[in-house]
Nanobody, 124 residues
Framework: QVQLVESGGGLVQAGGSLRLSCAASGRTFSRSYMGWFRQAPGKEREFVAAISWTGDVTYYGDNVKGRFTISRDNAKNTVYLQMNTLKPEDTAVYFC?????????????????WGQGTQVTVSS
């Protein structure tokens, strides 16, 4: 399995930007499909973005499409989430997740390794 540690969260004003990072350990990272999910207080965890192990295929949730960009650097065992034009409704704990080989997915249950999460707070 892959061990994941997120960083880069914080407090930002609406309209601002943040870049989250997810550092992975484990030999299988470069062959893992990676995803970002988020969970706001009192709400279920929500799909944000996912990227294939080659980086050439990406999926986005409807709420973030056009504002967020997922990318990865397999040489650094790191996946990123660039978040632009942030809104108060983007406030949540953001989780990085890894999925084994197969196909890219938006489904939480398909991801087998999870980080501990990083808090993102967007003030209005």
């Amino acid at each position: 399995q892959v061990q994941l540690v997120e960083s880069g969260g914080g407090l930002v004003q609406a309209g601002g930007s943040l870049r989250l990072s997810c550092a992975a350990s484990g030999r299988t990272f470069s062959r893992s499909y990676m995803g970002w999910f988020r969970q706001a207080p009192g709400k279920e965890r929500e799909f944000v973005a996912a990227i294939s192990w080659t980086g050439d295929v990406t999926y986005y949730g409807d709420n973030v499409k056009g504002r967020f960009t997922i990318s990865r650097d397999n040489a650094k065992n790191t996946v990123y989430l660039q978040m632009n034009t942030l809104k108060p409704e983007d406030t949540a704990v953001y989780f990085c997740a890894a999925k084994g080989p197969g196909s890219l997915s938006r489904r939480e249950q398909d991801f087998v390794s999870w980080g501990q999460g990083t808090q993102v707070t967007v003030s209005s």
